[in-house]
């Protein structure tokens, strides 16, 4: 079974600076998917960025991007020049592909201060 | 194009009631999934339905069960509830292959 460990519970960050979320995960897989979703207030899970594990560079989109390390079984996300839209629960998830189940993390909640 | 729509949005039940929520998946998508998040944890997988048939399932009770009508749209039926019950059920729809895109939720708690 795979498993999604997010370390830092909490987290806060004054506005326009760099911060960095944690994530390690356990599978026996050769080929899977990692994600990074976002849940605000509102409720709404929205996906922030996507990694697939046979890719080798790691994703970006706009101020967000990963670090994947697929040895160490690491996948951090880099939220940068963080506004305060930004402040929300954070949530790492695994999925083996191919449609299958989503595993989640326990979710990391990020202030951004004004 | 709407996106995944659920209904309602929140309810409240008596323990050993029984309730039924609603999704509609974003056009196009013809796979449903059902998740419990339960009160500062991450989402937990119910189970998944594909061509009106349950694909795959997790660690849940018989309590729990679901549908999938050929429109797509699905409900998650829950028997006999009890308090811990009580959590935001998530529900996400996708194509083969492709990202799961999640509803806003419906928020029950049992009384």
């Known amino acids: 079974a795979q498993t999604v460990t997010q370390s830092q519970p909490e987290m806060s960050v004054q506005e326009a600076e760099t911060v960095t979320l944690s994530c390690t995960y356990d599978t026996s897989e050769n080929n899977y998917y990692l994600f990074w979703y976002k849940q605000p207030p509102s409720r709404q899970m929205i996906l922030v960025i996507r990694q697939e594990a046979y890719k080798q560079q790691n994703a970006t989109e706009n101020r967000f991007s990963v670090n994947f390390q697929k040895a160490a079984k690491s996948f951090s996300l880099k939220i940068s020049d963080s506004q305060l839209g930004d402040t929300a629960m954070y949530f790492c998830?695994?999925?083996?592909?191919?449609?299958?189940?989503?595993?989640f993390g326990t979710g990391t909640r990020l202030t951004i201060i004004p | 194009d709407a996106g995944v729509t659920q209904s309602p949005t929140h309810l409240i039940k008596t323990r050993g009631q029984q309730v039924t929520l609603r999704c509609s998946p974003k056009?196009?998508?013809?796979?449903v999934s059902w998740y419990q998040q339960a009160l500062g944890q991450g989402p937990q997988f119910i189970f998944q339905y594909y061509e009106e048939e349950e694909r795959q399932r997790g660690n849940f009770p018989d309590r729990f069960s679901g549908h999938q009508f050929p429109n797509y749209s699905s409900e998650l039926n829950v028997n006999a509830l009890l308090l811990g019950d009580s959590a935001l059920y998530l529900c996400?729809?996708?194509?083969?292959?492709?990202?799961?895109?999640f509803g806003p939720g419906t928020r029950l708690t049992v009384t």
């Open positions: 998830a695994f999925t083996r592909g191919g449609n299958e189940k989503l595993t």
């Open positions: 056009s196009g998508h013809d796979t």
């Open positions: 996400a729809s996708s194509s083969i292959g492709f990202e799961q895109y």
